[in-house]
């Protein structure tokens, strides 16, 4: 499984962006797709994520800013980061959980894409 991110770049506190993720190859189906960060000397945390069901969820920190949606058919993500603060910079990574065709769970990452937000 692969995932390719796009959207990721530079932009003023109180801008906008919309990161989006898409997963290729070979599964029976994907659980649950979603976003984490990483800032400069801090730990890898969870952002939001939605599940194959339209069900999602968010870290308290993004809230009201941030969107999450999925195109099943195009088993793609997408963030969508309104009122972005200079907190948000960070590189934002793309996961998913999928059910293989041999009814194994697995965690897929993607590369990550660099959200800087200048104040």
């Known amino acids: 499984v692969q995932l390719q991110a796009y959207g990721g770049g530079l932009v003023q506190a109180g801008g906008s962006l919309r990161l989006s993720c898409a997963a290729s190859?070979?599964?029976?189906?994907?659980?649950?797709m979603g976003w984490y960060r990483q800032a400069p000397g801090k730990r890898r945390e969870f952002v939001a994520a939605?599940?194959?069901?339209?069900?999602?969820s968010y870290a308290d920190s993004v809230k009201g800013r941030f969107t999450i949606s999925s195109d099943n058919a195009k088993n793609t993500v997408y963030l969508q980061m309104n009122s972005l603060k200079p907190e948000d910079t960070a590189v934002y990574y793309c996961?998913?959980?999928?059910?293989?065709?041999?009814?194994?769970?697995?965690?897929?990452w993607g590369k990550g894409t660099q959200v800087t937000v200048s104040s």
């Open positions: 996961h998913v959980s999928i059910l293989t065709l041999g009814s194994r769970d697995m965690n897929y």
């Open positions: 190859g070979t599964f029976f189906r994907i659980h649950m």
């Open positions: 939605v599940t194959s069901g339209g069900s999602t």
